[in-house]
């Protein structure tokens, strides 16, 4: 049985236990239907020219684990930011670890999406946000939608500043020989508010593991988001990641992605302008080896005046590792002062290395400043050789480089111990220890 | 210190050193002279290590190891230190990080753990002090948006802080103002001792009058053609270097 008929077959199994007559689940049901008319999407589909889901999707996973795997947080706690200074939203293999987890409801609401979806006081909530900002036609994202139950759900209200950040962080513990998992969360950011969170997926063993998640985000007037999303994964495990943020009057929203492993990673990231003076940040850092696979393929769509979007994507591939950058710039007729600026630069350290990178921009607006450049690469040779006669060998030297090509998109985060952290993690991927951070 | 002998270097398979002999001993300053095109940075390359500039006969040897077996970081720890002609820009790479990143890598080669940071941090400020460097100069990163003359005085400040036995000057004159030349010859000459050796190289005399060298070697069409002391620098000076082709 091919494994779009499996997800088909199996939606009997995941509606027991729903109450199948909720908007939320004719929201899901309805979904289903757009996956089973459009399935996966090919290589012919434009926005997936450069990356095929053929060698995920052609063999059999568990879209429910078995049994309850437990994880000591001896195992764990290197995955997190702080012990205790952050709110922890945590998954094993799908399912919520109350025992790793730091959830609240004073002040905030950092709790489950299964909780909003079922209790009557995030009703409203709910019926106002949930799948309003994510396109009805995506196969994937209705995919996600048709399956939608366990996530994060966090609301922050009017004026409140979240004091610590949020991790959401998706084990998959290898107790299933393959899993597919299909996360949802809905994050709102009511007027004035802030908040930073950071999201990370990680295998705990080599298993093939499949994440196709959805995070749909909403951002209040005068709100501020700082989101992280580290990918730094076993080479066995994939993660189609959609995220989807609108944005009201004076809003900021910022997201980092940090692509450093995995076998195919693809990161749908949509920005939508919902009010004037919104501003837009999206900056990455991938580090690619071996056959590794990382597609970025962003949206800002300015439908309003006097917006602003930056976004800055910094790639370096190794050996057989592929890469692929799709920006899209929408500005919309009525969008005039826009202001929207697009880098994407990328260094190739090997023959067999491969990136693809396409600048789209679409502008209907006249009274706008837009610009793109793409870049691809080597290390300059002039200074590498310069820096090994001071001394420094060749690896250590490269390694600089890599860090000083990177150096300001890592610059821009804002919570130094997660600085430290990405630092730490290209150290060790570029097998250095540089003894100082940048 | 180094002893060179019968050097033939090729650069993309054309020939430019066409048989050095140069004999520099601990303590000595060498200037090497000549017109364009003659083969003087090819030379400060090659000794440097430059994967580009391929050694096809003769040998070059170091406190008597044979440079032909180190590659360019070894030859570094062993001693070698070349100030560039144009120093390559650095984007994102401070001048402190980069400094302590070298003198780090030498003293791991040198089977040293790294250099406490407060030790670092007084050698970086006696010689910025010493090179009259102002300290927000360090915290730029290396070399980029820098003038010809600050960049100049960078090499001499990487130089002073990793105090190489053979420290080759290529051309560290030029970009340089009259000021500038003092400082950075200033800088030199307090580093000078009898354990180490500088090999100047120059078009002009200028910088010799402020380095003063123990020899003056002319290089011509890959040859060392005439070699002499200080004065043979004030007769190029006066007479240019027709008079040398006409040696050659």
Redesign the interface.
């Known amino acids: 049985m091919e494994f779009k008929e499996k997800l088909l077959s199996s939606y009997l199994a995941f509606e027991e236990g729903l109450d199948l007559s909720d908007t939320v689940h004719q929201t899901r049901a309805k979904a289903l239907k757009t996956f089973e008319a459009k399935g996966f999407p090919t290589k012919k589909d434009e926005a997936w020219k450069y990356t095929s889901l053929a060698s995920l999707i052609n063999q059999d996973y568990s879209l429910f684990p078995k049994s309850e795997a437990t994880i000591e947080l001896k195992d764990v706690r290197k995955y997190f930011l702080y012990d205790t200074d952050t709110y922890k939203v945590i998954f094993i293999d799908g399912v919520y670890s109350p025992f790793l987890s730091n959830t609240t409801h004073d002040g905030l609401d950092v709790c489950l999406m299964s909780a909003a979806l079922s209790k009557p006081k995030y009703r409203k909530l709910i019926n106002t946000y949930f799948n309003k900002m994510a396109p009805q036609d995506d196969s994937l994202t209705a995919l996600n939608t048709s399956y939608a139950k366990e996530g994060a759900f966090i609301y922050i209200p009017k004026s409140i500043v979240a004091e610590k950040p949020i991790e959401i962080i998706h084990f998959s513990s290898g107790n299933e020989n393959a899993l597919w998992l299909q996360p949802r969360n809905l994050i709102v950011i009511d007027q004035n508010a802030q908040v930073q969170i950071i999201e990370r997926h990680q295998s705990l063993k080599e298993h093939p593991v499949v994440t196709n998640s959805v995070t749909e985000i909403y951002l209040h007037q005068d709100s501020f988001l700082d989101y992280y999303k580290l990918q730094n994964d076993l080479p066995s495990a994939s993660l189609i990641d959609s995220t989807y943020i609108a944005q009201e009057k004076n809003s900021h929203a910022s997201v980092h992605t940090f692509s450093l492993g995995g076998k195919l990673i693809r990161n749908n990231l949509n920005y939508f302008h919902k009010g004037e003076h919104a501003l837009s940040t999206l900056k990455g850092v991938t580090i690619l080896e071996g056959k590794q696979h990382v597609d970025h393929s962003t949206l800002v769509h300015h439908a309003q005046p006097n917006c602003e979007s930056h976004q800055d994507y910094k790639s370096i591939f190794s050996n057989r590792s592929e890469g692929v950058f799709n920006g899209k710039i929408l500005v919309d007729k009525i969008a005039q002062k826009t202001n929207a600026f697009q880098q994407n630069n990328n260094i190739l350290l090997d023959d067999n290395a491969t990136v693809n990178t396409k600048p789209q921009l679409e502008i209907y607006a006249d009274d706008v400043k837009c610009s793109h450049g793409c870049t691809i690469g080597q290390l300059?040779e002039?200074?590498l050789?310069?820096?090994?006669?001071?001394?420094?060998?060749?690896k250590?030297a490269k390694a600089?480089?890599t860090?000083?090509?990177a150096?300001?998109v890592l610059e821009s985060v804002q919570l130094p111990s997660l600085k430290k952290r990405i630092n730490q993690q290209i150290a060790n991927k570029l097998g250095v220890n540089?003894?100082?951070e940048? | 210190m180094l002893t060179i002998e019968n050097l033939h270097a090729q650069v993309e398979g054309k020939d430019i050193l066409k048989g050095i002999d140069l004999d520099v001993k601990a303590g000595e300053v060498h200037a090497i002279m000549g017109p364009n095109g003659s083969g003087k940075s090819t030379l400060s390359l090659a000794i440097a290590g430059n994967e580009d500039y391929e050694v096809t006969k003769g040998k070059m040897l170091l406190k008597g190891t044979d440079l032909a077996e180190l590659n360019t970081e070894e030859r570094a720890h062993l001693g070698v230190f070349l100030s560039f002609q144009y120093p390559v820009e650095i984007p994102g790479v401070t001048v402190t990080n980069f400094i302590k990143t070298a003198i780090n890598a030498h003293r791991k080669a040198n089977g040293l753990k790294d250099m406490p940071a407060s030790e670092l941090l007084k050698k970086i400020r006696d010689t910025a002090k010493l090179l009259e460097i102002d300290s927000k100069f360090l915290s730029r990163s290396l070399n980029e948006g820098f003038s010809g003359g600050e960049k100049k005085r960078n090499e001499i400040f990487q130089m002073a802080m990793l105090e190489p036995s053979l420290a080759i000057l290529d051309e560290t004159d030029s970009g340089l103002d009259i000021d500038a030349l003092k400082i950075v010859a200033n800088g030199v000459n307090k580093l000078k001792s009898k354990d180490n050796a500088v090999i100047i190289i120059t078009h002009y005399q200028r910088l010799l009058e402020y380095i003063v060298p123990d020899f003056v070697h002319v290089l011509f069409d890959g040859r060392i053609v005439k070699s002499g002391t200080k004065e043979l620098a004030h007769e190029l000076e006066a007479k240019g270097y027709d008079w040398i082709k006409e040696l050659a």
């Open positions: 300059n002039e200074a050789f310069y820096m090994r006669s001071r001394g420094i060998p060749k250590e600089l480089m860090y000083a090509f150096n300001n540089l003894g100082f940048l």
